[in-house]
């Protein structure tokens, strides 16, 4: 549960506004041709497909792939409330190999947020449900707002 309370429908209007706003600087999520897919308060899925330079040794996607579209979706998960917000610490667990073409979904959904920290949990997953990895982030609230004149 949150330590602050919003109208749904507000909420989510912020949480949109948001992530449109994060969405315009990500050159990082972009580049790597990641789609936000949806976002809500303290939620966010996000989706990106394997591609051949993605792949390492092994033929397998690069961990280090599947980690930063775990932690794009982490990120815009914690930014929903307008006070920007970075990651403190994370980690992940990576459960099944992915293959090159493989599309990767990742669902980021918040457990608590409390004063400036917050825990989020992230599954990354392939079209069919199976997931490939699970991910935890610990979040921190910075100075400063993503949205002008708006927030704390």
């Not at 449109?20 to 990641?34: E, N, V």
Request: proline share 3%.
């Amino acid at each position: 549960m949150n330590d602050q309370t919003i109208p749904e429908e507000g909420a989510q209007t912020l949480a949109m506004a948001c992530a449109q706003a994060m969405w315009a600087d990500d050159r990082a999520s972009q580049g790597l041709g990641m789609e936000l897919v949806e976002v809500a308060p303290g939620r966010a899925v996000l989706e990106m497909t394997v591609t051949p330079a993605m792949t390492n040794g092994h033929g397998m996607c690069h961990g280090g792939f599947i980690f930063t579209l775990a932690d794009s979706a982490f990120a815009f998960a914690c930014n929903t409330y307008n006070q920007r917000t970075v990651a403190l610490h994370c980690a992940i667990t990576f459960i099944a190999p992915v293959s090159k073409g493989d599309r990767l979904r990742a669902t980021a959904r918040e457990i608590s947020r409390r004063g400036r920290s917050g825990i989020y949990d992230i599954a990354v997953s392939l079209p069919d449900g199976t997931v490939v990895a699970e991910f935890r982030g610990q979040s921190r609230t910075i100075k400063g707002t993503l949205l002008d004149g708006e927030g704390q």
